[in-house]
């Protein structure tokens, strides 16, 4: 028997259900050998009451087979009941079973969705990160465009106030070369 702080397996409980029908298959073939007897003797009885008495040696017999009759009589009924609890236990083990595998396999599937889940949900995130950061480039490019163009106006402005261009100039005998400059520019 399993005890009550054990949590049985339904591998152990149908071992033990196979053990306990061979038992029971023991118990009824004592019952019928039993009733046998039993039928042997009260024939018999009924024999030999048209005869002589019955000898108290028989009648021993008799109550003895009755009260072994009883005794298992009692043992069928208590291992039925058993039977049938056990059933009911690995019934209802089986459902839960069956509800436990459901829902890890709903578990299972949700674990293999959250990564698309949580690429989906960073994508939505990030778009507005994008949008930002495409808004400050065109931006950029076009203070850098600005600023190329407001160096161009300043660089003619100050070779105008020179009035003249400066180009550059070679060395004689030293073999250098001077290049012009843009000023401050």
Known sequence: MVSQTEKPTVQSLQVEISQLREDLQMRDQLVQQLSQELFRLVKGKTDLSLGPEVPDEYLAQMRVLREQLLGVEEQVAFYQEELTKRDETIEQME????????????????????????????????EPVKDKVEILQRENRKLHAELQSANYRLAVRTRRRS???ELPSFLEGKGEVNLPTFGNA
């Not at 293999?112 to 949580?118: A, T, V």
């Open 95 to 126: 459902l839960n079973f069956q509800e436990l595998s459901d829902r890890s396999g709903m578990l299972e599937q949700v674990i293999q969705e959250l990564p698309e889940i949580y690429r989906q949900k960073f994508g939505e995130r990030m």
């Open 163 to 165: 009035g003249r261009l």
